[in-house]
């Protein structure tokens, strides 16, 4: 009897350290039109914290932070976090493109969903960053992580290729984006700042 329970106190200590070990590496995902249902598959999207040295101060400080959102909620995962975003800026583009409003209002908070309102009763095609369908997105990756009691903000860097209105194909654009969530009310995590940035 007390051999089983020193080899269930074994495995479980190395079922511990593995989930520790996979749990601070970099995530990679297959991220289809709608996430999960599999209406097209893209080539693998390069998501992960940055920068990769796992060794570098910057890197750590990043990891203490997620481990900080987790204790707010237990269910979070950077790789969850990351398909999840990816899935919500194709959206808010195509929403963007279609000038869904309610879409628009369930993915932005209120200040950035009156500027695009506010754009989308002009020219949309001004919008700073402007595409009207998403092609691909190579690499999104979280820069930074700003905690405020249980609001969190993930300042996230997205780097994409698409479609103009016009069905123009256009180059690489890189947005830095901010999505934020009040871990105890909200649901969703909702974009509240989009910045296009040259590559």
Not at 19 to 32: K, M, R
Request: net charge negative; glycine share 6%; with cysteine.
């Amino acid at each position: 009897m007390s051999e089983i329970i020193f080899l269930a106190i074994i495995t479980a200590f190395i079922l511990y350290k593995l989930f520790i070990i996979i749990g601070s590496t970099t995530y990679n995902h297959e991220v289809g039109d709608n996430a999960g249902n599999g209406v097209r598959r893209e080539k693998k999207v390069k998501a992960e914290v940055l920068p990769d040295d796992s060794q570098s101060t910057s890197y750590k400080h990043l990891q203490s932070k997620v481990a900080k959102v987790q204790l707010l909620d237990r269910e979070f995962t950077i790789d969850h976090f990351l398909a999840g975003a990816q899935h919500a800026f194709r959206m808010l583009f195509q929403a963007m493109s279609d000038k869904n409003l309610y879409d628009l209002r369930h993915l932005t908070t209120g200040q950035l969903y009156h500027k695009i309102c506010a754009k989308l009763d002009t020219d949309i095609t001004q919008y700073e960053g402007y595409i009207a369908k998403i092609e691909k997105i190579d690499d999104m990756h979280i820069n930074d992580i700003d905690i405020h009691g249980n609001l969190v903000n993930m300042f996230i860097t997205v780097s994409y290729s698409g479609y103009l209105n016009n069905g123009v194909q256009c180059g690489d654009y890189k947005m830095n984006c901010v999505l934020t969530k009040h871990m105890s009310v909200d649901q969703l995590w909702k974009f509240t700042t989009l910045q296009h940035t040259h590559s």
